[in-house]
């Protein structure tokens, strides 16, 4: 199993403003999941990040309203820009661990005023 | 778009019962994944089934697939108050990107001691 430090955990912003998110793993992995939960909602996925390549995103995510860096094997970063209330979700990453399974971190709680 | 149905959406039980959901998904799969998701935290792999296995235990709990049927159920036995959470099913589609994985709207389960 891998690891996963998600931060921050929490945040308040304000509408128009960015927020960038951090996911840390304590090994190296290839794939790396990044996704939105809205509130009462389930899990949509936005991109998948692989190093050393652009994120691929999916239908209703795009570049620049997500940007997503991922600079090695431990590390990647998503960026909600631009915000708005409408926002205002879990966003969790994930990595692919053996067998297929996916490891989270604890997710961040976006609130967008 | 959502693969995976759970019902029921939300379930309350006594401690000491057995819980059971279900899933139903749409497409051809590689494997069913149980997540378990509390307060709005990150998921927690729980249990993983192969399309070509028709029922796997864990502990508490059991899981069978009818790949026939494209349904699976989560069966917690003889549940504690610490069950307590969201439960969500996640399939990986064999047509779509790799090791995506598409989740279920979840049950949420409430075990009242």
């Known amino acids: 199993s891998a690891v996963i430090s998600q931060k921050p955990s929490r945040d308040i912003c304000q509408r128009g403003t960015s927020l960038t998110i951090q996911c840390q793993v304590d090994s190296q992995v290839t794939m790396m999941f990044w996704y939105r939960q809205q509130p009462g909602q389930s899990l949509t996925l936005i991109a998948t990040?692989?190093?050393?390549?652009?994120?691929?995103?999916e239908s209703g995510f795009v570049i620049d309203k997500f940007p997503i860096s991922r600079p090695n094997l431990t590390f990647s970063t998503l960026t909600v820009s631009n915000m708005s209330p409408e926002d205002s979700s879990i966003y969790l990453c994930s990595v692919l661990g053996g067998g297929g399974i996916q490891y989270f971190g604890a997710g961040t709680r976006l609130s967008v005023l | 778009s959502q693969q995976g149905e759970e019902d029921p959406q939300a379930l309350s039980i006594q401690e000491g019962e057995n819980a059971t959901m279900n899933c139903s998904y749409k497409?051809?799969?590689?494997?069913l994944q149980w997540y378990r998701q509390n307060s709005g935290r990150g998921l927690v792999h729980l249990i993983l089934?192969?399309?070509?296995?028709r029922e796997k235990h864990s502990g508490r709990l059991r899981v069978t697939l009818d790949t026939s049927k494209k349904s699976s159920s989560l069966l917690i036995t003889a549940s504690r108050a610490a069950d307590t959470a969201s439960y969500f099913c996640a399939t990986d589609d064999s047509g779509a990107g790799s090791y995506q994985l598409t989740f279920g709207k979840g049950t949420k389960l409430s075990v009242i001691p």
């Open positions: 089934i192969r399309s070509n296995e």
């Open positions: 497409t051809s799969i590689n494997n």
């Open positions: 990040a692989n190093q050393g390549s652009e994120a691929t995103y």
